[in-house]
């Protein structure tokens, strides 16, 4: 079964310091795997997206993510971190190989410090 | 990309009663889902509504409970029956548009059930 597991459940940074979201999936196939980010009583927002091309993904607001098959990592990084940084944060697999359905990670707050 | 609407954005009910929330594309889509987020939790699927076929739960969920009506390619609904407080949730639904990998999702809706 496939499965995504978000290894912290809150960061802490301070303003214009490194963000780094750690992410680990498991599947038998190689996935689709996605990050999203949702803002205090906002929808879901699409950061970026790994499709099997580039392993290197860059995505909205200067955050990018690598994929690592060998590590079976998918971490989310931002060089410079902003106020309006602050949400949660999403690690997303695709359940199966045709498949739309998704597998949400259990979330990572993210706080920043001024 | 897709654009999508949910009514109503929030409600306050009574155990024992029934909310339908209604889910609006604005453009044509075969698959859509529902998903419910519990306070402080991640999302996890309900069930998937294709037009044309009958819903599809996931493990957990029951037509029961929740029945989902797919009318058309741009519309959708989920009722929560029978409620009680453990169904105080945020319900979402989302989108895979032809040609996209990733789902667009709703504003969601914050049930509070008394």
Same mark, same amino acid.
């Given at each position: 079964a496939q499965s995504v597991t978000q290894l912290d459940s809150h960061v802490s940074v301070s303003e214009g310091t490194p963000v780094l979201l750690r992410c680990n999936y498991s599947s038998s196939y190689s996935p689709s795997l996605f990050w999203y980010v949702q803002h205090p009583n906002k929808g879901l927002q699409l950061l970026l997206k790994y499709?099997?091309?580039?392993? %290197?993904v860059k995505g909205i607001n200067g955050f990018e993510a690598e994929f690592k098959k060998s590590e079976t990592s998918f971490h989310l990084t931002k060089p410079s971190a902003h106020m309006s940084d602050a949400a949660e944060y999403f690690c997303v697999v695709t %359940?199966?190989? $045709? /498949?739309?359905k998704l597998s949400f990670g259990a979330g990572t707050t993210v706080t920043v410090r001024a | 990309s897709a654009v999508i609407s949910q009514k109503p954005s929030r409600d306050i009910c009574q155990r024992g009663t029934s909310l339908t929330i209604q889910c609006q594309v604005d453009s044509q889509v075969t698959m859509m889902f529902w998903y419910r987020q519990q306070p402080g939790q991640s999302l996890t699927l309900i069930a998937t509504a294709n037009q044309g076929s009958e819903a599809t739960y996931e493990s957990g969920f029951v037509i029961d409970k929740f029945p989902i009506s797919?009318? $058309?390619?741009t519309f959708s609904t989920l009722t929560v029956s $029978?409620?009680?407080?453990? /169904?105080s949730s945020i319900y979402l639904c989302s989108v895979a548009p032809q040609g996209y990998n990733e789902q667009f999702f709703g504003p969601g809706t914050r049930l509070t059930v008394l």
């Open positions: 499709t099997s091309a580039a392993t %290197l %359940l199966g190989s $045709n /498949d739309y | 797919r009318p $058309n390619l $029978n409620m009680s407080p453990e /169904d």
